[in-house]
């Protein structure tokens, strides 16, 4: 079991930067996917980043692309979203989740969850 904290929401106008950390509690961090998503009132949850557990391959949501980066750093079981250029649209409770094995941008193939952090651009 993979027990996962997010820290580092909060709020910030828009063009603003935020940066999200997600801390891992398992010694094989380094052996699970690592992906960040977000769920908006009313709306499904969404992909917004992932990275690899090898080669820190990353993925991107069409709608961060150039503005969100997301890396990690295995010797510390922790992953990062650096969030710049926000937008009222990035508001959102932010998720970190982790899985073993393929990437994947769909939020049922991922068994474990963080408890979120609430992200708010105001305009």
């Known amino acids: 079991q993979v027990q996962l904290v997010e820290s580092g929401g909060g709020l910030v106008q828009a063009g603003g930067s935020l940066r999200l950390s997600c801390a891992a509690s398992?010694?094989?961090?380094?052996?699970?996917?690592m992906g960040w998503f977000r769920q908006a009132p009313g709306k499904e949850r969404e992909f917004v980043a992932a990275?690899?557990?090898?080669?820190?391959?990353?993925t991107y949501a069409d709608s961060v692309k150039g503005r969100f980066t997301i890396s990690r750093d295995n010797a510390k079981n922790a992953v990062t979203l650096q969030m710049n250029s926000l937008k009222p649209d990035d508001t959102a409770i932010y998720f970190c989740?982790?899985?073993?094995?393929?990437?994947?941008?769909?939020?049922?193939?991922?068994?474990?969850w963080g408890q979120g952090t609430q992200v708010t651009v105001s305009s």
């Open positions: 989740a982790a899985r073993l094995g393929f990437g994947t941008t769909t939020p049922n193939d991922y068994p474990h």
């Open positions: 398992r010694r094989t961090f380094s052996s699970y996917y």
């Open positions: 990275i690899s557990w090898s080669r820190g391959t990353t």
